[in-house]
C-alpha cells in the first residue's frame, strides 16, 4: 500500500476538508462503539454500518445507517462503498480480513483501515504466526506444529505434562484448549483434528507450552511504519464467574489493566509491536490497521499468545471510552502513513464493560427476547450501551438476535467507580435469560487493594 496518497477528502479551497462517508464491516457491540465514536468526528457526515444490528440504524436521514450486504460479501461491500461515496472502510472482524476484503477495496481505490489478506495471517494462522515470531525474536511460547494427527500424538508422547492445544485457524475466539495432562491433550487433539469441532481451523494445530502468569491484551494503531499502543486492557473469556466454564468471545473488559505499567507498556512496544511492524514491512507486507497482541506476563517478560489484526471486543468498547480525541483523525492518519503521538490522547479514570449474554451461550440459546430498560441504563452518568446481537421488529421493538446481546460500559474516576457505573446500568436492563458474569474487573481491583 503507497503510504503517500492523496488527501481522502481534495478540496479546491486549501485546508477545509469535506466531511466524511465512513463504512464500519460488521454486526457487534464493538462495531456499534466504533460507528459511535466515528459518528462524533465533525469531519465525518455519515457511518454505514454493514450489516449492522438493532442499534447501529437511526433511520435514513440518520448519522448513522446499516446497509443490508454481510460482512463476508467481499464483492458486495465493494459494491456498496462505490455507491455510497465511502472515503474509508474500516474492518471490525476478522473474516473478512481472511477473506481479503482489504486487498478488494484498495484495488478499487478505496482507502481502509485493515491490513491486507497476507499479513492477517497473523490471526488466521496460528503457525503462520508462530514462524513468523520465530523468524523475527519476537518473544513467544514454544510450540510445535502439526498437521498430522498421529504424528501430534507422538510428539505428546514424548513431551508429557500441561499443553496448550490451539487451532491454528480462525476459530471465533474459541480454538483454545488447556490441557492438564497429556490424556486431555489427546482428547483435545481428536476433537480438533478427526471430530472438526472447529471445521476448517482445526486441520493445523499447535502444542504450545503451558505459561504461567497473567494475562494481558495491548492494542496498538499501526500505520504501516510505526505502531501506538493504547492502555492495556484485560478480557474475560470464561463464561462464568471465577473463570469457570467455556470459553466465549469475551463477557466483559476493562482498562487500562494495572498489571501492565509504563515501564512493561514501554517493553512490550519495543519488544513486539515495533519487531512486528518492522518484520510485516521487510516481508514486504506493509501492516495498517490495529495490531493486538494478547499477552501472558511471565517472570521472563511479556510473551504473545496470540495477535488480532483487528479491534478486540469487548475491549473495544472500554477503550473508548477512555479515547479522548477524534477517532477518524486517527484512521485518517494511519492510512495516510503519517500516525505520529500527536494523534493519540487518553482520559485519566478508567473504563469497565459488562456483556449482558442470552442464557446458553457459548451453547445453544434463544432468540427473539424482547429488551427493555436501554434508556435507563444510558441514563447512568458515564454509561454507554453498545448493541452486540439485537435486532429491530416491524414496529421498532428491540430484540435479541444473538449470543452477546448488548455490551454495558461504565466509566469513571478509577475502576472501581467504573465497575459500579457499570453494573448499575447493567441491572436496569432486562430480557428473558439475561447472562451476566458478576466479577469483571475483581483481578485488578484486588491487585490496588
Not at 492510512?335 to 487518553?346: E, H, I, K, Q
Given at each position: 500500500?503507497?503510504h503517500n496518497?492523496?488527501?481522502?477528502h481534495?478540496?479546491?479551497?486549501p ?14 457491540g464493538?462495531?456499534?462503539a ?11 457526515a ?14 435514513p ?12 460479501d467481499?464483492?458486495g ?14 474492518v471490525g ?6 477473506m481479503?476484503?482489504?486487498d478488494a477495496l484498495?484495488?478499487a481505490?478505496?482507502?481502509v ?7 492477517a495471517q ?7 504466526a ?6 523475527h525474536?519476537i518473544?513467544t511460547?514454544a510450540?510445535?506444529?502439526f498437521?498430522?494427527l ?7 508422547a514424548e513431551?508429557?505434562?500441561r ?11 474459541k ?18 483434528m478427526?471430530d ?9 494445530v499447535l ?11 495491548v492494542l496498538a494503531?499501526c500505520d504501516?511504519?510505526?505502531?501506538l ?8 473469556k ?13 463477557m466483559?473488559a476493562?482498562?487500562p ?5 509504563a ?12 519487531p ?26 511479556p ?28 484512521l485518517?492518519?494511519?492510512v495516510?502513513?503519517?500516525?505520529s503521538?500527536?494523534?493519540l ?7 469497565a464493560t459488562?456483556v449482558?449474554a ?9 432468540k ?7 434508556e ?8 454507554t450501551?453498545?448493541?452486540?446481537g ?9 430484540l435479541?438476535?444473538g ?14 467507580d467504573?465497575?459500579a457505573?457499570?453494573?448499575r446500568?447493567a ?11 458478576r466479577d469483571?474487573?475483581a ?7
Amino acid at each position: 500500500m503507497s503510504h503517500n496518497r492523496p488527501p481522502l477528502h481534495p478540496d479546491p479551497n486549501p485546508g477545509v476538508a469535506h466531511p466524511a462517508q465512513i463504512l464500519v464491516v460488521g454486526s457487534g457491540g464493538r462495531e456499534h462503539a466504533l460507528a459511535r465514536a466515528l459518528a462524533a468526528s465533525p469531519k465525518v457526515a455519515r457511518v454505514f454500518v454493514a450489516p449492522g444490528n438493532g442499534g447501529t440504524d437511526d433511520g435514513p436521514d440518520a448519522r448513522i445507517q446499516n446497509l443490508a450486504v454481510d460482512a463476508t460479501d467481499v464483492p458486495g461491500l465493494v459494491l456498496a462503498a462505490q455507491e455510497n461515496d465511502v472515503d474509508l472502510v474500516l474492518v471490525g472482524p476478522e473474516a473478512p480480513l481472511s477473506m481479503g476484503l482489504c486487498d478488494a477495496l484498495l484495488a478499487a481505490d478505496i482507502p481502509v483501515f485493515g491490513p491486507r489478506r497476507v499479513a492477517a495471517q497473523l490471526e488466521c494462522s496460528k503457525a503462520f504466526a508462530k514462524q513468523f515470531m520465530q523468524r523475527h525474536g519476537i518473544p513467544t511460547a514454544a510450540a510445535a506444529v502439526f498437521d498430522d494427527l498421529d504424528e501430534a500424538k507422538a510428539w505428546l508422547a514424548e513431551h508429557p505434562g500441561r499443553v496448550v492445544v490451539k487451532a491454528s485457524g480462525l476459530a471465533a475466539g474459541k480454538g483454545v484448549i488447556m490441557a492438564e495432562d497429556s490424556e486431555q491433550a489427546a482428547a483435545a487433539l481428536d476433537r480438533m483434528m478427526r471430530d472438526r469441532i472447529f471445521g476448517e481451523a482445526g486441520e493445523t494445530v499447535l502444542l504450545e507450552e503451558w505459561l504461567e502468569g497473567e494475562e494481558v491484551s495491548v492494542l496498538a494503531f499501526c500505520d504501516g511504519r510505526t505502531a501506538l499502543p493504547m492502555p492495556p486492557a484485560q478480557d474475560h473469556k470464561r463464561a462464568f464467574e471465577g473463570d469457570r466454564g467455556p470459553n466465549t468471545g469475551g463477557m466483559g473488559a476493562y482498562a487500562p489493566a494495572p498489571c501492565l505499567d509504563a515501564e512493561g507498556l514501554r517493553r512490550v512496544h519495543h519488544e513486539i509491536l515495533l519487531p512486528v511492524i518492522r518484520g510485516m514491512r521487510e516481508e514486504a507486507y506493509p501492516y495498517v490497521g490495529i495490531l493486538y497482541a494478547g499477552l501472558m506476563l511471565t517472570a521472563d517478560g511479556p510473551r504473545v499468545l496470540e495477535f488480532n489484526c483487528r479491534f478486540g471486543d469487548p475491549e473495544t468498547e472500554a477503550l473508548l471510552a477512555l479515547h479522548d480525541g477524534d477517532l477518524y483523525d486517527v484512521l485518517d492518519a494511519c492510512v495516510r502513513g503519517r500516525l505520529s503521538t500527536d494523534d493519540l490522547r487518553w482520559k485519566s479514570g478508567a473504563a469497565a464493560t459488562v456483556v449482558l449474554a442470552s442464557a446458553g451461550y457459548p451453547g445453544a440459546y434463544a432468540k427473539g427476547q424482547p429488551i427493555s430498560g436501554i434508556e435507563d441504563a444510558e441514563a447512568e452518568a458515564g454509561v454507554t450501551v453498545d448493541h452486540a446481537g439485537t435486532r429491530r421488529d416491524a414496529d421498532g421493538r428491540c430484540l435479541s438476535a444473538g449470543g452477546r446481546v448488548l455490551a454495558v460500559t461504565g466509566y469513571g474516576d478509577d475502576l472501581q467507580d467504573a465497575i459500579a457505573r457499570a453494573y448499575r446500568a447493567a441491572d436496569a436492563i432486562h430480557f428473558e435469560g439475561k447472562h451476566a458474569r458478576r466479577d469483571i474487573g475483581a483481578r485488578a481491583l484486588g491487585r490496588t487493594r
